[in-house]
């Protein structure tokens, strides 16, 4: 089975700029999260949806929005880029609240 | 706010030679606390979820362990392979959906 998929791998933007980062969870999962990871950090939560509906969010300013299509997958937004923004970016699907989380292996965004 | 405390920071092993890597954490109401491995470039990889204190998980030369403040990952007779970050992180009962917060992070090297 293909475990979770993103796009694009690696991503180079200039300040002020705007980005979306896909998703696409594993087959039968309907909760797909975000997480940022800055080098050398552990993964920082940022938006959890479940059945197209958000179901939580973390401490992260307006400019990052999020949305979850009928076939589950995501897109993650980032408007206004800033040098801070630089992290690998991580999705993870779970079938439900109480199941584990699964990860992909992440888009690498850079913010010059 | 739940907090997750990684020790230690790096962590380098000559093959074979067992340790521990340990995961404090502070929680409103444990659901879960999880392990996870990443490799360079790569998304988290699950490993184990535990529940209660006092339950073990095992799965080859890994073996996770719970008590009501802290986690332990023993890796015996560890070998190259076993190279990796290791994360450690926390569910709580306060948080909407599987929102999962994450510790640091342990850097393990295992020299042949």
């Known amino acids: 089975d293909a475990g979770v998929t993103q796009s694009p791998t690696h991503l180079i933007k200039t300040r002020g700029q705007h980005v979306t980062l896909r998703c696409s969870p594993i087959s039968g999962h309907k909760s797909v999260s975000w997480y940022q990871q800055v080098l050398g950090q552990g993964p920082q939560f940022i938006f959890q949806?479940?059945?197209?509906?958000?179901?939580g969010r973390g401490n992260f300013p307006d400019r990052f929005s999020a949305r979850q299509f009928p076939n589950y997958s995501s897109e993650l937004n980032v408007n206004a880029l800033l040098l801070g923004d630089s992290a690998l970016y991580l999705c993870a699907s779970s079938l439900d609240r109480n199941s584990p989380l699964h990860f992909g292996n992440g888009t690498r965004l850079t913010v010059t | 706010e739940d907090q997750v405390t990684q020790s230690p920071e790096a962590l380098r092993l000559q093959e074979g030679e067992s340790s521990s890597l340990n995961c404090s954490y502070t929680v409103s109401g444990l659901r879960g606390l999880f392990w996870y491995r990443q490799d360079p470039g790569k998304g988290p990889e699950f490993l184990f979820t535990?529940?209660?204190a006092g339950e073990e998980k095992e799965k080859e030369r890994l073996k996770a362990t719970l008590t009501k403040k802290e986690s332990f990952l023993h890796i015996t007779a560890p070998k190259p392979e076993d190279s990796a970050t290791y994360l450690c992180a926390v569910q709580g009962s306060g948080n909407a959906g599987n929102m999962l917060t994450f510790g640091g992070g342990t850097r393990l090297m295992v020299k042949p």
């Open positions: 535990l529940y209660s």
């Open positions: 949806y479940y059945e197209k509906e958000e179901r």
